[in-house]
């Protein structure tokens, strides 16, 4: 994948993908927060595609950064063929017409979440052995080490083991968790980025 560059074209490479990850836009027209592009940017040089990521914020639903890890094509698969079986009943997160999925759709959604479901895990597969490599040797308190966790269609997410814990912490835990998780997450960063350019 990534034998044969000189350290400078891979230091060439990693300033191109960290310039790509600059001119993303979410939904909500916001770019990618500044806290977590240098991990991003690890993961894409390794192939290992992303599909959101929060670097962590106070006032948030969730304790800590996260990045999510799904398949193009798996995403591809629900823009084009779950999304508009959805937006028939669905508008704004509120239902607007409550009836039964046609046996056609309901066997395309079944088709479709379990060719997302192998396509995410080959993601998933990628992922393991470099957050084994991260993990290995390190006495993190499992609290704060990073883990993977499996989302509904199969998708991971990367975050801390502890993030749930934050949304029941006072506000001072709740700082210091999220400074704590914040930290792990840029220490993998340094760990993808050294990886890459040795």
Not at 1 to 27: F, H, P, Y
Not at 127 to 150: C, D, H, K, Q, W
Not at 173 to 189: N, T
């Amino acid at each position: 994948m990534i034998e044969g560059k000189s350290r400078n074209e891979k230091e060439q490479r990693w300033a191109t993908v960290l310039s790509e990850i600059d001119t993303w836009i979410d939904n909500r027209g916001k770019g990618v927060d500044p806290g977590i592009k240098e991990t991003l940017a690890g993961l894409r040089v390794f192939e290992i595609g992303t599909a959101a990521s929060c670097e962590g914020h106070l006032e948030g639903p969730n304790g800590g950064p996260w990045i999510d890890i799904e398949a193009k094509e798996a995403q591809r698969l629900y823009n084009e063929l779950i999304k508009p079986i959805h937006n028939k009943r669905w508008k704004e997160g509120k239902v607007v017409r409550r009836e039964p999925f046609t046996p056609e759709e309901r066997k395309l959604l079944d088709e479709v979440k379990e060719k997302s479901l192998i396509l995410n895990l080959e993601k998933r597969k990628k992922l393991v052995p470099v957050l084994e490599e991260f993990n290995a040797g390190r006495s993190t308190p499992y609290m704060y080490r990073l883990e993977i966790n499996r989302r509904g269609d199969g998708s991971s997410r990367i975050e801390s083991a502890g993030v749930e814990y934050a949304v029941i912490a006072d506000k001072m835990e709740r700082q210091a968790y999220l400074l704590a998780f914040q930290k792990e997450m840029g220490e993998f960063a340094n760990f993808l980025k050294a990886k890459y350019l040795s």
